[in-house]
């Protein structure tokens, strides 16, 4: 238990280290950057929906790409 508590507790301070290393305006700029990216990922979604309804009702088949 002590074994694994100190293990823990090194792991926690290296871990410590590495973050406080990090710039905060990077770190800030890639939550933005996952925010836009998931806004667009939406609209994609939205779209691909519209697309396909629309080319259903033309009678022509249509299957969006899969997302990776």
């Not at 280290?17 to 836009?36: G, H, K, N, Q």
């Not at 691909?48 to 969006?64: H, K, M, N, Q, S």
């Amino acid at each position: 238990s002590k074994n694994v508590t100190n293990t823990l507790q090194r792991e926690n301070a290296k871990l410590r280290r590495e973050l406080d290393a990090v710039d905060p305006e990077l770190f800030e700029e890639s939550i933005t950057l996952r925010r836009r990216v998931t806004a667009q990922d939406m609209l994609l979604a939205s779209y691909e929906e519209r697309l396909v309804r629309y080319t259903a009702a033309l009678g022509i088949p249509f299957d969006p790409e899969p997302r990776p």
